[in-house]
């Protein structure tokens, strides 16, 4: 049995935060939560997920500023980043792109297409580092 793959899902908000963690888990995938940007980075270091799912807007260090300090960091640069925005404007999702972010959902998104996505994001990119 191949151990679930672990998910670190970075949102502010806790109704938003809670249908990604249980939609994640009940897809059997692995999850840690953080509440902002800061403890994201903090806990992608520690736990070492195979990919990262980041609130654009969060407090204490948004998710632009969590994606560029972990890509600039040799024990985090190679996790996989997707952004989660409600904010979809393509100057946006340019900068997340172009900040290492492997995709960027639009929110509201319905939860089986989550899931599908991180699985077909890790599938495609298998744990390269």
């Known amino acids: ?3 679930a793959k672990k998910v ?10 809670g249908l990604i963690v249980f939609s994640l888990q009940y897809a059997g995938y692995q ?14 270091e520690s736990e070492q997920p195979d990919l990262i799912l980041l609130d654009v807007r ?16 040799e024990s985090t640069r190679g996790i996989p980043i997707v952004f ?30 989550l899931y599908q996505r991180v699985g077909s994001i890790l599938e495609r990119l298998g744990r390269r580092w």
């Open 1 to 3: 049995m191949t151990e």
């Open 31 to 44: 999850v840690v939560e953080a509440l902002n940007g800061d403890e994201a980075v903090h806990l992608a």
């Open 84 to 113: 989660l925005s409600a904010r979809g404007q393509e100057t946006e999702i340019k900068q997340g792109l172009e900040l290492g972010a492997e995709e960027y959902i639009l929110k509201p998104f319905a939860p089986d297409e």
């Open 8 to 17: 670190l899902v970075a949102e502010d908000e806790p109704d938003i935060r």
């Open 58 to 73: 969060m407090p204490r260090m948004n998710g632009y500023e969590a994606c560029a300090l972990l890509k600039s960091q």
